[in-house]
């Protein structure tokens, strides 16, 4: 079994920071990439941020220069740090991992349940 647990959402006013956190825990072999997604109601979910196996990253040019995705592989940890934020980066931020358990023979993608982030004044 793999979980994936995020925190650190929150509501802050334009201008603000947030650092959201994801700790991946369980029957875990190997991650593969690791990311950030976003979901508004009635709208697509969307990429936020990640990073690749070869450890290069891809962000959503909304977030280029404002936000930054991290990860500390000892820890099964990654992490979204988010500056200047804006109101419509208001959404329920999820992170994601592309995961080979020990139960597994091919790499799986895994969800958190979802954090709020409110920008708002």
């Known amino acids: 079994q793999v979980r994936l647990v995020e925190s650190g959402g929150g509501s802050v006013q334009p201008g603000g920071t947030l650092r959201l956190s994801c700790e991946a825990s369980g029957t875990i072999r190997s991650i593969h990439t690791v990311g950030w997604y976003r979901q508004v109601p009635g709208m697509e979910r969307e990429l936020v941020a990640k990073?690749?196996?070869?450890?290069?990253?891809n962000y959503a040019d909304s977030v280029k220069g404002r936000f930054t995705i991290s990860r500390d592989e000892a820890n099964n940890m990654h992490y979204l740090q988010m500056n200047s934020l804006k109101p419509e980066d208001t959404a329920v931020y999820l992170c994601?991992?592309?995961?080979?358990?020990?139960?597994?023979?091919?790499?799986?993608?895994?969800w958190g349940q979802g954090t709020q982030v409110t920008v708002s004044s």
């Open positions: 994601y991992g592309l995961i080979l358990s020990r139960n597994n023979f091919a790499f799986s993608p895994y």
């Open positions: 990073i690749n196996g070869d450890r290069t990253t």
